[in-house]
């Protein structure tokens, strides 16, 4: 079983910083990629930003100089820094990973976290 837990969200001012975090635990054998969707309401979920096991990162236009995606291999672990938040971020935000599972299956398995709420309010 492969799970996704997902920290750090919560309310905080326009302009303010959040840190969230994402472990993967469980029987996996590699992490090819994880990274950060957000949902609001009425919208459809939408890519943040995306880290590979290489190191390579893909962000969104909206997200771009204000947050910033980084990976500890050795925990399993993404984190997103977001910083000079907006009211406009205010969404669910969720943890995906593309895992292998074993040594001898080349496919990739996609999984998703919980979700964790980060509301952007004065």
């Known amino acids: 079983q492969v799970q996704l837990v997902e920290s750090g969200g919560g309310l905080v001012q326009p302009g303010g910083s959040l840190r969230l975090s994402c472990a993967a635990s469980g029987s996996i054998f590699s992490i090819e990629a994880m990274g950060w969707y957000r949902q609001a309401p009425g919208k459809q979920r939408e890519l943040v930003a995306l880290i590979t096991s290489g190191g390579s990162t893909n962000y969104a236009d909206s997200v771009k100089g204000r947050f910033t995606i980084s990976g500890d291999n050795a925990k399993n672990t993404v984190y997103l820094q977001m910083n000079s938040l907006k009211p406009e971020d205010t969404a669910v935000y969720y943890c995906?990973?593309?895992?292998?599972?074993?040594?001898?299956?080349?496919?990739?398995?996609?999984?998703w976290g919980q979700g964790t709420q980060v509301t952007v309010s004065s």
């Open positions: 995906s990973a593309d895992l292998r599972l074993g040594l001898y299956d080349p496919n990739e398995y996609g999984y």
